[in-house]
């Protein structure tokens, strides 16, 4: 019984995730469905599964920052997907994710892949916290890149890592330099984020690692 018990327990954990994911609304609208770039989306991504990748990739931020709870995330019911025929590869605004067709119709590899990946990054930026604004970009970027590294849709064209000239350099960079302090200290990104729901400065790092910024890049690097 013990062992029923035991297994029981977790299963509904699990379910009760899966319930509040399940309360989220994710939307995917492809406005660019005319252009090649739209065309591809539908032909080699398609609606459903990027339904599916909006919501797998909240499950993994959610654990990934340790949000466990409504209490520890923002408060978002809805998430929509565009595919716009704009330039550039992908941004987000008011929990609102736009991908650009273009860049799905340029793009050379596995294009599957490769937006899979981008949309980790989009919805990374929904669910984090920012510092209320104080938070360095690159951080911010180097934190989404993190996420997407972390899920393994990092592509073979970033940095590796100990290459870069600043932490906070943003994407692939900072991502590479954030994985070095949570292997310091497992949870670290999770922490970071969690401590940046009400502002930001520096010290964050000696608080949870107990040194400087530039005190941990340097070491990094070396």
Request: with cysteine.
């Amino acid at each position: 019984m013990a062992h029923k018990i035991s297994f029981f327990l977790p299963s509904l954990a699990i379910l009760a995730t899966l319930q509040m994911i399940a309360a989220v609304d994710y939307t995917v609208t492809n406005p660019a469905a005319a252009t090649p770039g739209g065309i591809r989306f539908t032909n080699d991504i398609g609606h459903d599964y990027t339904l599916q990748i909006l919501t797998a990739s909240t499950s993994f931020i959610w654990n990934t920052f340790q949000q466990n709870t409504d209490a520890d995330r923002k408060n978002v019911a809805r998430v929509s997907v565009f595919i716009d025929d704009m330039d550039g590869v992908a941004y987000t605004v008011n929990d609102e994710i736009h991908v650009s067709a273009n860049y799905i119709q340029g793009y050379s590899g596995d294009v599957k892949t490769e937006i899979t990946g981008v949309l980790y990054h989009e919805m990374t930026h929904v669910w984090q916290w920012n510092g209320r604004g104080q938070a360095p970009g690159g951080l911010i970027e180097g934190i989404a890149d993190y996420v997407r590294l972390k899920a393994g849709y990092a592509p073979s064209h970033w940095v590796q890592p100990g290459e870069g000239d600043r932490w906070d350099q943003g994407y692939d960079v900072t991502a590479r330099f954030l994985d070095y302090c949570n292997g310091l200290r497992n949870g670290f990104v999770a922490e970071l984020n969690k401590k940046m729901r009400d502002g930001y400065n520096d010290g964050f790092f000696v608080d949870l690692l107990g040194k400087t910024v530039d005190q941990l890049w340097a070491e990094y690097k070396a």
